[in-house]
């Protein structure tokens, strides 16, 4: 690695914890701070979901749009621009409008982290996707950790609104830090720009098509707990800001523990579907504990399990959808992956703010463990199909 790669590699860990810290300062008091001011259980559930559907729609041609021009960096810096205008669109006074508003800017803000996963790539090797991977995921959770756990303490210890006065502030900064930012060797002026041809080979590409259904499982559990209602049920067993950011703590940490090690440890003793898998099977179960949740300590347990699941499938399915797919297609590729998975962040919280008017916040709940539960029977189906087919492409060769 020579110094100019080390020094752009520092750069961009800095402007990803950014950006991630920007969108999730505010993430953890959303729902009360929209529960305090009138607004009903369903609403709540379409200015969270309104995020998911934003990216339903945008990431996927911002994807195909980077990898025609072979550059990331003017998606990086839109995408800090964008975390700054969405919490201050939350400081708006008065209709229903701007939350609304903020969080479909933020929506547009997330969009960019197409560029941002490709362009990190680029800094790596041949055969080094899952490192990369598992390296962005690290910044990832550190940005949102570190934005979580302000969230609780600054609503306490000022007011409301200042979660989303730092947001603004903080992704400002980032924006300075992505200005500095240069392309690495695969990009511009090295990398050819994407066909349009190539499009279709891509989006068909098997592994990617697979590992964006079960994403779109993993984020609707995702945005159903820890970024969605997780924090009324906080609130609902009495925690304060400072309980709050216990809970957010505690499951931000083994995510963050878990994102390190899948890689390192996890998938090579038990492979990327036992890996998967378990994190999907163990996040269906806490996700399902929560109705019987009557306690803040209670609650702390199931999220530092649900964490550390979580952060076991989410970096290996980021790292699985570009693995097959050549490089002048990766933007793509992780653009439909992320636009497919926005569908789980979108639907997720929808349908469970709807669950939650009729039924309470344990609707939502179940209805996340289902998600995780389907998640798990996918996993265990194609491994066996994998298995079963390695199996007889091993009996075929020997019969040679």
């Known amino acids: 690695m020579n110094p100019f790669s080390l020094v752009q590699r520092m750069l961009f860990t800095c402007t990803t914890i950014l950006y991630w810290t920007s969108m999730y300062v505010y993430v953890p008091t959303l729902s009360p701070y929209l529960s305090s001011q009138g607004f009903s259980l369903s609403f709540i559930g379409i200015v969270l979901g309104s995020y998911g559907f934003v990216q339903m729609f945008v990431r996927f041609p911002l994807g195909i749009w980077s990898d025609r021009l072979g550059a990331r960096k003017p998606f990086i810096?839109?995408?800090?621009?964008?975390?700054?205008?969405?919490?201050?669109?939350?400081?708006?006074?008065?209709?229903?409008?701007?939350?609304?508003?903020?969080?479909?800017?933020?929506?547009?803000?997330?969009?960019?982290?197409?560029?941002f996963t490709v362009m990190y790539a680029g800094y790596f090797g041949a055969g080094q996707t899952g490192k990369a991977m598992g390296n962005i995921s690290v910044m990832t959770v550190a940005g949102q950790m570190i934005g979580m756990l302000l969230s609780g303490w600054l609503t306490e210890g000022f007011s409301a609104g200042a979660p989303f006065a730092l947001g603004a502030a903080i992704a400002g900064a980032g924006l300075l830090t992505a200005l500095l930012l240069k392309e690495p060797q695969t990009g511009r002026g090295e990398q050819p720009g994407m066909s349009f041809a190539m499009i279709k080979k891509v989006v068909r590409t098997r592994s990617l098509l697979q590992v964006s259904l079960l994403s779109?499982?993993?984020?609707?559990?995702?945005?159903?707990?820890?970024?969605?209602?997780?924090?009324?049920?906080?609130?609902?067993?009495?925690?304060?800001g400072i309980g709050l950011t216990a809970v957010v703590f505690a499951f931000m940490l083994?995510?963050?523990?878990?994102?390190?090690?899948?890689?390192?440890?996890?998938?090579?003793?038990?492979?990327?579907?036992?890996?998967?898998?378990?994190?999907?099977?163990?996040?269906?179960?806490?996700?399902?504990?929560?109705l019987y949740a009557d306690s803040l300590a209670w609650l702390i347990v199931t999220q530092a399990v649900n964490g550390f699941a979580q952060g076991l499938h989410l970096p290996l399915l980021l790292g699985l959808a570009i693995r097959d797919v050549e490089l002048p297609g990766r933007a793509t590729a992780m653009g439909l992956y992320q636009a497919l998975y926005a569908i789980g962040m979108f639907s997720g919280p929808f349908l469970a703010g709807w669950l939650n008017d009729g039924w309470g916040l344990g609707g939502g709940f179940l209805f996340g463990s289902l998600l995780g539960a389907v998640a798990t029977m996918l996993v265990w189906a194609w491994s066996r199909s994998e298995r079963q087919a390695e199996k007889l492409a091993t009996a075929s060769i020997d019969k040679r």
């Open 77 to 115: 810096v839109l995408g800090m621009a964008t975390a700054a205008i969405s919490c201050l669109l939350f400081l708006i006074p008065g209709l229903w409008v701007w939350p609304l508003a903020g969080r479909l800017m933020a929506g547009v803000c997330a969009s960019t982290w197409v560029a």
């Open 254 to 290: 083994p995510h963050a523990l878990a994102s390190m090690a899948t890689a390192r440890w996890f998938t090579p003793r038990f492979g990327y579907w036992g890996t998967i898998g378990t994190g999907f099977a163990l996040s269906a179960l806490c996700t399902g504990a929560m």
């Open 216 to 240: 779109v499982l993993a984020h609707g559990v995702l945005f159903i707990t820890m970024f969605g209602f997780t924090p009324l049920k906080a609130e609902e067993v009495g925690a304060t």
